[in-house]
Each structure stands twice: as structure tokens, then as C-alpha cells.
């Protein structure tokens, strides 16, 4: 069954806290919250002016006050670039907080942009080692670690596919994206399509016509929808995505990532309507 969930760094511009995002997040009737990490104590973050969580803080807080709203956590995203030798303490870190807030997988991704100087099969092999030290950790807390589309290895199917079928286990899956999928110039159909046995989790985006035509194919990512779910140019792709995983029978949640508060109230209806 599908889920509809929210993603609190919709909050991230509006310099909100964690516990605003979550009662608001309540207050629309939503069941499922996404997390956002910061390796480390974040100034910002304790002031109130930030809905990130740091790594720093007692995993066992954040788990009351989601009980407190009556909300589930459904992932936390941990996604400092996987070509890059820091994410492996980032990742782990992400881990074993999960495991102790009650938060069953963690999300990364590669960087934006490949590291120069190197072949990409080198880079694919270092992505596969950083993921390879993180791993056991997993499996041992029982915590998945989704791979997002959303950079020149992952946007690419293929590429996406070699990493996560690598390790022959249930714990390196993916976290699907349908607005980073087309803004790199894929369709988001064929590409769930091509991944779909092995996707734990969606971040569902729309794009605006305006940004389609000024970066499609020239990025590999959005960090959000600057319209509301299904007012976008992919609105059509998002309802078969959601057709194609509900024949599937798909179990997870659909997690939305959109910019300011009217917008994400459009999207969870247009969501509901669809998936119901």
C-alpha cells in the first residue's frame, strides 16, 4: 500500500523547527515524516531556525516527540556525496541513529558533479567500496541504505542498477525520484520501470514548465518542487508511477518534497486522489 509521506526540509527556507514541521505535518493528517541529518551539532538547528536533526543529538528524542505527534519516521537522509570518502562516517553515523530513533532506512546519493581526473568505472568502483564499509553496519541494525537518483552515476539506470545489485542484499536499495529523474533528461516511467524491484521509498516532485526548459538535461537533481505535486509538467508520470507500483502491490511511502506550506497542503490532496 502506498503511504503519503512529507519531507521536513520543506521547511528548510521558512527556517522552521523539527517540531513545527511535524505538528504541521500532523495537523494535515499525514502519517509519515522524512528526516533530514547534519553530521554534527548545527547552530541553526539549535536555535530553532532549522528542521535538520544532528547526528550529535539523542536518536531517542526525536523518536518521542514523532510519537508525540502521532507521526512515523519513514527515512533520514545521511546524503553527503558516496564518491567522496567522508560519506562513510556520515552513513554510518545515520545508521545508528536510525536504529535507535526507530527510522528503518537511510538515503544517500553521489555529488553533483563526478571528481576530475577519474575514470567513471574508478569512480563506481570507489562508490561500491565507500557503500561496502557501511554495509555491515546494516545489516547488523537491520537499516536499509536507499541510493537516490540524483547525480551523473545515479540518474543513469544502468549505472544505478550496478551500484545497488552489487551486494546481493536486501539492506542496498533505492530511493526513487521522480522530479531528479527528469530534470537529468530521463523519463521517470521508464526509469521506475527499469528499477522498481529494488525501490524502498519515493521523494515525489513535480517541475514547473519554466524550469523543465531552463535546466533539464543540463542538471542531475532539484532539491525540491517549486509547484505543488501533480501542477507540473510530470504530473502525468507521477500518476503512472503510482499506478505501476500499486499493480506491484508496493509497500512504502511517497515522500513529498515541496517548497512552502500551500504547496505541500496541493500536493497531499492531488496525492490522495491518486493513490486512492
Known sequence: MIKIGINVDNWRHADKSVDYSFAFIAKLGVEYAELEASNGDDFIEGLGYSPYVA???????????????????????????????????????????????????????????????????????????????????????????DVE?????????????????????????????????????????????????????????DVSAALAAAVRGKETGISASVVPIGQGVIADSIAQCIQLLKKRNWDSVFSIETEGEENVKASVAWLRQQIG
Not at 64 to 80: H, N, P
Not at 107 to 115: L, P, S
Not at 132 to 145: D, F, G, R
Request: hydrophobic fraction near 35%; include cysteine; charged fraction near 20%.
Open 55 to 145: 547526528l550529535n543529538s539523542d536518536p531517542m528524542e526525536i523518536r518521542k516527540k514523532a510519537e508525540k505527534y502521532g507521526l512515523k519516521l519513514s527515512q533520514i537522509d545521511v546524503a553527503f556525496p558516496i564518491n567522496r570518502w567522508e560519506c562513510i562516517d556520515y552513513i554510518r553515523r545515520g545508521i545508528l541513529y536510525a536504529s535507535l530513533a526507530g527510522i528503518p532506512r537511510v538515503n544517500t546519493t553521489d555529488g553533483a558533479t563526478k571528481v576530475p581526473g577519474l575514470t567513471d568505472a574508478e569512480q563506481l568502483g570507489i562508490i561500491k567500496y565507500h557503500l561496502s564499509q557501511c554495509l555491515p553496519v546494516a545489516e547488523n541494525h537491520k537499516i536499509i541504505i
Open 149 to 205: 537518483p540524483h547525480g551523473p552515476f545515479t540518474t543513469n539506470p544502468e549505472m544505478l542498477l550496478e551500484i545497488v545489485t552489487h551486494f546481493h542484499s536486501p539492506y542496498v536499495r533505492i530511493n526513487f525520484d521522480t522530479g531528479n529523474c527528469f530534470i537529468s533528461g530521463q523519463d521517470p516511467v521508464k526509469f521506475l520501470e527499469q528499477v522498481a524491484d529494488y525501490v524502498s521509498h519515493v521523494h515525489c516532485k
